[in-house]
């Protein structure tokens, strides 16, 4: 069974740099055949999807947040991480990791997700 | 707003069946797999249904998917209280090159 958790600051302050990362267990980033994945929800919305990292560090972003997105991966700690610049109030979201099958269209497993606040 | 739209609400009686709505457009629902996810709140999102209407081995056979045209369902039998949830509908778009998600539906068993 794959499990993914998230972790990393609660609160970040407008302008600065939100960084999460999500530790996977139950299965090797480095063998493949997934994308790594992250989708948040804002307070009472729905969910939308950011982007995702292969094992290999090829990535693929949502275009409305490419500009402000990056994410790295570190197969030797099976950790794969995000980072978004410049955030507003507007990035305040529960953040959630999450695995799809390469060539696929769904996400099989998710993280439980970790509130991101953005306030001074 | 989402892409995908979704009723905001169901409601139904235990034992009974609920149909959740999801309509989009030909560039995500139209020509890509659509997945469905049940939504507890504070627990991790749980895939129910993947590629239209395929179960993941341990979801019951009471919850069942089909697509058609740019709008797919997802149909819950005999109700029960523990099935209380927000429900998301996903698929990719390749307009936007991207994953997209419904708003969410939140089941309410009465």
């Known amino acids: 069974q794959v499990h993914l958790q998230e972790s990393g600051p609660g609160l970040v302050k407008p302008s600065q740099t939100l960084s999460l990362t999500c530790s996977v267990s139950?299965?090797?980033?480095?063998?493949?055949?997934?994308?790594w994945t992250w989708v948040r929800q804002h307070p009472g919305k729905g969910l939308e999807w950011i982007g995702y990292?292969?094992?290999?560090?090829?990535?693929h972003f949502n275009p409305s947040l490419e500009s402000r997105v990056t994410m790295s991966v570190d197969t030797s700690k099976n950790q794969f991480s995000l980072r978004v610049n410049s955030v507003t109030a507007d990035d305040t979201a529960v953040y959630y990791c999450?695995?799809?099958?390469?060539?696929?269209?769904?996400?099989?497993?998710w993280g439980q997700g970790t509130l991101v606040s953005v306030s001074s | 707003q989402s892409v995908l739209t979704q009723p905001p609400s169901v409601s139904a009686a235990p034992g009974q069946k609920v149909t959740i709505s999801c309509s989009g457009s030909?560039?995500?629902?139209?020509?890509?797999?659509v997945s469905w996810y049940q939504h507890l709140p504070g627990a991790a999102p749980k895939l129910l249904i993947y590629?239209?209407?395929k179960r993941p081995s341990g979801i019951p056979d009471r919850f069942s998917g089909s697509r058609s045209g740019t709008s797919a369902t997802l149909d819950i039998t005999g109700l029960q209280t523990g099935d209380e949830a927000d429900y998301y509908c996903?698929?990719?778009?390749?307009?936007?090159?991207?994953?997209?998600f419904g708003g969410g539906t939140k089941l309410t068993v009465l």
């Open positions: 999450a695995r799809q099958g390469a060539g696929d269209y769904y996400l099989d497993y």
């Open positions: 139950g299965g090797s980033i480095s063998s493949g055949g997934y994308y």
């Open positions: 990292i292969y094992h290999t560090g090829s990535t």
């Open positions: 030909s560039s995500n629902i139209g020509n890509n797999y």
């Open positions: 590629d239209n209407n």
């Open positions: 996903g698929t990719w778009d390749s307009s936007l090159t991207g994953g997209v």
